[in-house]
């Protein structure tokens, strides 16, 4: 089911238009994915888990069940080379998707397709990562 959930938020995302969130709440968001690959890449686990949201704390309540999910499947996220941010799309007044394209470890091109929502302090936390082998070169 979630899987059905994030490629319906991916093939949305995908064949929208022009990106349409607010500057201010686009750069929040883009802060927030960054910070996370970041602490990642600082192996600093407390930090990277202080950015996903309270339905990914349920999932994974402990930032060591946090981690190993990263690492089984969001190696790229976890060791990018490099990663530049992609279009963003605004899906309501909370909730932002943004794609980023990711150079892994392994050297291959990935595309992460981030969902974001706008919590009661007005922070942006990470609800979900979508990714997948991107068709882009890297350089």
Do not use: H
């Amino acid at each position: 089911m979630k899987r059905l959930i994030a490629s319906a938020v991916l093939a949305a995302f995908l064949s929208a238009g022009p990106a349409t969130a607010g500057e201010t709440e686009v750069k929040a968001a883009q802060q927030v994915i960054q910070s996370q690959i970041e602490a990642f890449l600082a192996d600093d686990a407390a930090l990277a888990y202080s950015f996903a949201a309270p339905n990914i704390k349920r999932i994974f309540p402990t930032q060591q069940s946090f981690m190993s999910m990263v690492e089984s499947g969001y190696m790229p996220v976890r060791r990018p080379q490099s990663y530049a941010f992609g279009k963003s799309q605004e899906m309501n007044a909370s909730s932002i998707v943004q794609q980023v394209l990711l150079v892994g470890p392994d050297g291959k091109t990935y595309e992460a397709v981030y969902t974001l929502e706008s919590q009661g302090d007005g922070t942006w936390l990470i609800t979900g990562v979508s990714m997948r082998a991107s068709n882009a070169l890297s350089t």
